[in-house]
């Protein structure tokens, strides 16, 4: 079939798999490009299907030669129907890892449920023995907890007051006021039940339990905190309440590995186009500043970029992994460069409709967009017929 993309507000519902192929073949060849990385060779990636957990498994396949089991929960084509993009991703990957002699395994299923937790768990004790690197990025909106059975749903909202403030859309290009409500009832509970740490660290007591933790593993999460301009709606919102969770429980869950030398941090990272972000009102419109700004300076990166740079330069340097007063890795640092903030905020106020094109990377983000479901991607052939049904080797 000819794919082409459809969109339905802020969501693409299809996406194409030569473009996803492609996709995944840039970012191995980029770490490909960057020398080896002395870093985990037994890695469990929960999330691993597109952006930060993509970019982790493929860094450590073919960063760290690693043996790499992903997790994630990924729609699978059918005749006439794309699969979702994670879909296509895990299959790029899996089929490039293999013809490179690695081994690679994935499971589809809710990474929150009790069942894909013990399947993965049966999975590495019969292939790998144990993991000692532990990616946890999982991006869900919904949460049916395991033991209570209750189905928890995370709102992106402040707390106390409306947060009113510029936001773009992204397809159109116009640039508009927006307000949004404060949070109330349990949207602070849910959404800390939804994106804290509790599942992070059920992870890592079930593996601990199993003895399927090497000495000395270390699992890490991923956080944002970005700037003043959007930490009403996010940082100091519902979601943030969140990344705070998940800060708190790293340090938790390294004490509970103690007794094996383990470690968990949170990595912060650079604001990125993703599925996520790109329906976060005030968010859009921040990144394509910054891209602007970023790629002047030179020092504009995207998922994979960054997780090769945390990689090779903060975990396993060999040396103490580096962190803030708060415990944080900041991959971010780039991004938060007082000079660079001080100019987003001075675009921030000059930015409307008109010169939005002139000032600000929308087409960067556009482009970044499309790309995450494959679209727009150098190199591939739209207009050719393309098989939709792909499988996941290890899954058929």
Not at 216 to 238: C, H, N
């Amino acid at each position: 079939m000819i794919i082409e993309p459809r969109m339905r507000g802020f969501i693409c519902t299809t996406s194409h798999p030569k473009g996803c192929e492609q996709n995944v073949k840039n970012q191995i060849e980029y770490i490909k490009s960057k020398g080896a990385i002395e870093g985990a060779k037994k890695v469990l990636v929960i999330g691993a299907s597109t952006g930060f957990g993509l970019a982790s498994r493929i860094t450590s396949a073919f960063g760290s030669n690693a043996a790499t089991i992903g997790v994630f929960f990924e729609k699978a084509p059918s005749e006439g129907k794309t699969a979702s993009p994670g879909w296509y991703n895990s299959a790029a990957f899996e089929h490039e890892a293999h013809n490179a002699g690695l081994y690679a395994k994935s499971i589809n299923g809710d990474a929150f449920s009790n069942e894909i937790k013990q399947q993965t768990l049966d999975l590495i004790k019969a292939d790998l023995g144990q993991v000692d690197l532990i990616i946890y990025s999982l991006a869900s909106p919904v949460r049916m907890h395991p033991v209570t059975g209750v189905l928890h749903r995370s709102t992106l909202k402040p707390i106390g007051s409306t947060f009113t403030n510029k936001t773009v859309d992204f397809h159109s290009g116009k640039v508009s006021e927006i307000s949004i409500e404060p949070c109330s009832g349990d949207d602070i509970e849910n959404t800390v039940a939804v994106m804290g740490g509790e599942d992070w660290a059920m992870w890592i007591d079930a593996l601990k339990a199993q003895n399927l933790l090497a000495p000395g593993a270390t699992t890490v999460a991923y956080s944002y905190i970005g700037p003043s301009l959007t930490e009403a709606v996010y940082r100091k919102g519902t979601i943030g309440r969140a990344k705070d969770h998940l800060e708190a429980t790293a340090f938790a869950i390294t004490d509970s590995l103690a007794a094996i030398d383990g470690k968990a941090f949170v990595s912060v990272n650079k604001a990125l186009v993703t599925q996520a972000s790109s329906a976060i009102p005030v968010i859009p419109l921040y990144i394509s500043l910054l891209y602007r700004i970023m790629k002047e300076e030179g020092i504009h990166e995207g998922c994979i970029e960054q997780i090769q740079r945390l990689y090779q330069e903060r975990l396993f340097t060999g040396n103490e992994v580096p962190v803030d007063e708060k415990g944080r890795i900041r991959i971010d640092d780039l991004e938060m460069r007082p000079d660079v903030q001080e100019k987003v905020a001075k675009l921030w106020v000059e930015a409307v409709t008109e010169n939005l094109a002139e000032i600000g990377d929308l087409e960067g983000y556009r482009k970044d967009f499309y790309n995450l479901f494959g679209f727009d991607v150098d190199g591939v052939d739209y207009k050719a017929e393309t098989n939709e049904v792909v499988n996941i080797e290890s899954i058929g």
